[in-house]
């Protein structure tokens, strides 16, 4: 299934279908790992949709990682995030699917992912996940 999802190599990137297809993408496009101890990307406009009331929620995430043998290219990242646009789902669960993802698209020795929701009815949520290999 994952061997079906690459990015155009040029022109306008394409409106993801799904959060899965989104994944695959992120695993699709990853590429060998240099010799850094960790890599941090800060995405500052993510937004998706409150499962109940079906308004947008808007935010930012930082995901840092160390990697093992990939790392994520920031293409398909941005398509990945962009997956969420349409996609109900609580602060609280897409911090743990997105340190998931990481970890199924990259296998890094640790991830940690903090999601940022802005203030919506006066309060803002912060969530935090992380993930690493058993010692």
Not at 3 to 10: A, K, V
Not at 79 to 97: I, K, P, T, V
Request: aromatic share 10%; glycine share 6%; charged share 25%.
């Amino acid at each position: 299934m994952s061997e079906n999802y690459y990015l155009p190599r040029s022109g306008p990137m394409p409106r993801p279908n799904s959060v899965e297809e989104g994944r695959e993408i992120l695993k699709n496009e990853a590429f060998g790992a240099p010799n850094v101890q960790e890599i941090t990307f800060n995405a500052l406009e993510f937004t998706a949709v409150c499962p109940k009331t079906g308004q947008p929620d808007f935010g930012r995430v930082e995901i840092s990682y160390t990697p093992q043998d990939k790392c994520i290219e920031s293409k398909s990242l941005k398509f990945y995030l962009w997956s969420f646009r349409d996609q109900g789902a609580f602060c609280e669960s897409l911090a743990a699917q997105i340190a998931d993802d990481v970890m199924y698209a990259i296998d890094p020795k640790r991830v940690e992912v903090t999601v940022y929701q802005s203030a919506r009815g006066g309060i803002e949520l912060t969530t935090k996940a992380v993930r690493e290999h058993d010692k």
